[in-house]
């Protein structure tokens, strides 16, 4: 699958799961779906999340579920929504609790690229999803492709913080090195579970971990 169009670090980094026959089937119905029905996010935007935040770059990792299902909405970028969209409540709350634990208000836009250029790469476990009908493209490959996304990370970089968000992302970690890379779970930002969200302190603490290492913070705004 030497034509998937993806940045180059990531490229080289993956190149070996872009040719498994796995994939190979994904690819193939993940077109034949852009070709004959409603699939967000934009067939440009799949590999958004790698294309803002190349391998090298990565700081933190950001791990959801798959793409919001509305008109719009899905951008590539977990938790994000497109420029101009309604904050969906699960990153109202993200932006809450940034104010709680920073002391700073996030700027009024979803579309958070402004976070993946400073090396946080907003990974969903599922990169597609048919309109309105979330969970759709569940177990066609994607969750694959992504475990080998974190286990490449894993294996060739360290000194990176994991923000995992409710039960799913965090099964989704099993894999990472506790010693080598920070590892932060709470509750999801959902209104269901925000309540195991809030206060995490996650935001302060990653920004703590990478000035300890050398990093940059992160602009959380």
């Known amino acids: ?44 935007q ?11 770059k990565v700081r933190v990792v950001i791990v959801g579920q798959d ?21 969906p409540p699960s990153l109202k709350n993200i932006f809450k609790e940034i104010n709680n634990d920073l002391g700073i208000v996030p700027f ?3 579309d958070l690229s402004r976070w993946a ?3 946080v790469l907003m990974l969903n476990a599922v990169l597609t999803v048919l309109a309105n009908t979330p969970t759709s493209h569940k177990g066609k490959g994607w ?27 965090q099964e989704k970690g099993m894999m990472i090195n506790r010693a080598d890379n920070l590892v932060l779970e709470s509750g999801h930002p959902s209104p269901y579970s ?12 990653c920004n703590t971990y990478l000035k300890s290492h050398g990093y940059n913070e992160i602009d959380w705004r």
Not at 19 to 44: C, G, H, I, Q, W
Not at 73 to 84: D, M, P, T
Request: aromatic share 16%; with cysteine; glycine share 6%.
């Open 1 to 44: 699958m030497s034509s998937v169009k993806i940045e180059p670090t990531w490229k080289k980094a993956l190149n070996e799961e872009f040719e498994k026959s796995y994939f190979t089937d994904l690819a193939t119905f993940v077109r034949n779906e852009y070709l004959t029905r409603s699939v967000y996010p934009p067939a440009k």
């Open 117 to 119: 250029s400073q090396g």
């Open 46 to 56: 799949v590999f958004r999340a790698f294309d803002l935040c190349p391998f090298d």
């Open 143 to 169: 969750e694959q492709f992504t475990d080998a996304v974190i286990q490449t990370l894993n294996t060739q970089k360290k000194h990176i913080v994991y923000m995992l968000w409710g039960k799913y992302a």
């Open 67 to 87: 793409p919001y299902h509305g008109t719009r909405q899905a951008n590539g970028l977990s938790f994000a929504v497109g420029e101009g969209i309604t904050l």
């Open 108 to 110: 009024n836009s979803g």
């Open 194 to 205: 925000a309540h195991l969200f809030f206060g995490n302190k996650h935001f302060s603490t």
